[in-house]
C-alpha cells in the first residue's frame, strides 16, 4: 500500500474493484521505470484492480500517443504513464518532459479517460530511484495509480453527456 501521507491523498473508501486500467511504461532508464511499475501494480492491487492491461513505448516522448490510442479504443477506465527523464547536458530534458505533460494532459481532457502521470523529470539518478522506492518507500508509480482510480471513480459519477 501507498505510505501513509500518500494513501491521505486518496479517499478512504477509494476502490478500484471493476475497473480496467492501462499502464503505458517507457523503455528507456528501464531499472527506474521497473520499479514505478511495481508501484503502479502494487497501488492497483491494494485498490483491488485486477483487470490491468499493458503497453510499452520506446520513451517518454511516445508516451502521450500510447496513451490517446489506448483512450480512443474505449477499452480502459484509466490509464497510468511511467517513465523517467533524467536531466543531461542538452535541453533534451526540458523538450522531453515538457511535451510528454502536455501531451498527457490534452489526452484526458481530449478524451475523457483519465490519464495519471507517473513521470519522474529529475536533475538525476539518485533522485529517480529515490522518487521510486520499493512498499513503504516514495514511489510515484504508487501515487500514480491512487490518482487512476480516484480520477475514473470520479469520472463515473459525473459521466459525459
Known sequence: MASGDDRALAPSDLDGSGLRVAIVRARWNTDVVDRLDDGV???????????????????????????????????????????????????????????????VQQVQLDTGIPVAFGLVTVENMRQALARSAGAGGHNVGEEAALVAVEMARLSERFPSA
Open 41 to 103: 501494480r502494487r497501488g492497483l492491487s491494494d485498490l483491488g484492480v485486477t483487470d490491468v492491461v499493458a503497453a510499452s513505448v520506446p520513451g517518454c516522448f511516445e508516451i502521450p500517443f500510447a496513451c490517446r490510442t489506448i483512450a480512443l479504443s474505449g477499452q480502459v477506465d484509466a490509464i497510468v504513464t511511467i517513465g523517467a527523464v533524467i536531466r543531461g547536458e542538452t535541453t533534451h530534458y526540458e523538450l522531453v518532459s515538457e511535451e510528454a505533460a502536455r501531451g
